[in-house]
């Protein structure tokens, strides 16, 4: 087999000097994208990844070659964290714990959540005055509040400012960084927000257990599982970080998007004072609302929150005639698939009526949400939660950008660089 396509050096200083220019590594993956094809390595002292990108690498992840591209890896920051979380098991593991948990993510619970919704949403409203708002905070205060009252049935409101540290640490901690290069490296702080939130976390098992009957939302249900304390705060705090975080990004790329498309607001208040006007939304008028459906789609592929996947090879693998040797490291980008203009005309615009357009797509073109058995456990909750907040801060607010264009930051999710700031004021009735 053909050797996989490895930067030049020539390469590598294009990559670099996009990466200064645009201020974030994405920049310099587009550059080796589009100049080696859908799979490259990136040679670094300690780390030697193999990426694959494009339909075809998705297909292969996320559905034919599901068994033999493991998730966990030991001693990654991610599987430390998360110890045992459905996120990072594989097998026969990984299926059991998602059947656990599938119930209170599914479908038919989502009508009941979303008056928690709308509700969480609300209150936090009730709190925005005219002014610039940093998005991502904001956004992630409300995703907080809604996965906790929803998924646990507890108000973290009264905790949010003694646990937002050890939040925003524990995100800190699985995202990229120089681990990957130095592994051992020292990262003071990470044991004792770990700590902080495992004790809130195991606080709410414990003043479940001392209820007369565990409930049916998501930890109840993992109690009903019979599950020890260690495995379902495993579950918990895999919900807490990753499902609000992801949740997170979407909000505030979409309000820094429709901040600068006040072509698309308009569009969109037309279509929301249309619908439902200014009372809060029911389930059935959220599918009502194809514009808003477009919007989180487009925003979903310029920037999808969980935009690289990671994986090892369990054995050796054929691709497109390369070889990835078992034991390797693979990273599959979702954000370079959603950026080829191979598919997406004009791939970095804002179009979110590319989605309403006729004709078929290319299968696994747009998997913000993955794909195959895998897929994101909370794909459907994410997105009536966004389009419910959205909704209501549409129904209030005008956004307008303030500040220029947020650069790309990997996170654990794809962020707006310092949080997007977004100028809002109140619509005239």
Known sequence: MAAIPTPTAALARRALGAMIEGRDVLSGLRVFHAALGDIFRIPLPGFDPIMVAGPEANR???????NDLLWRSEGDPVTELLRHGVLVEDGDSHDALRRSMNPALHRRMLEGYLTTMLGVTDSALAGWSEGECNALDAMRAIALRILTATLFRVDIAPDLARLWKSVIKSIEYISPGPWLVVPGLPRPGYARARKTLDDYLFGL???RR???APGDDLLGLLMDAGMNDDLIRDQLLTLLI???DTSTALLAWALHLLARHPDVQDRLWAEIDGAVGNAPPSFEALARLPLL???VDETLRLYPPIHLG?????RAIDFQGYEIPAGRRVLYSIFLTHRDPTHWPDPHAFRPERFGEPGPRVPYTFVPFGGGARNCIGA???QVEVKAVLVRILQRFVLQAAGPLPRLRMAATLEPAHGARV????RKA
């Open 60 to 66: 292969l992840v996320l559905t034919g070659l599901r």
């Open 205 to 207: 098992i414990a003043a």
């Open 210 to 212: 001392r209820a007369a």
């Open 242 to 244: 990753a499902g609000h």
């Open 293 to 295: 459906d477009h919007v």
């Open 310 to 314: 990671q994986r090892r090879a369990a």
């Open 380 to 382: 459907a909750f994410a």
């Open 423 to 426: 100028q809002i004021r109140p």
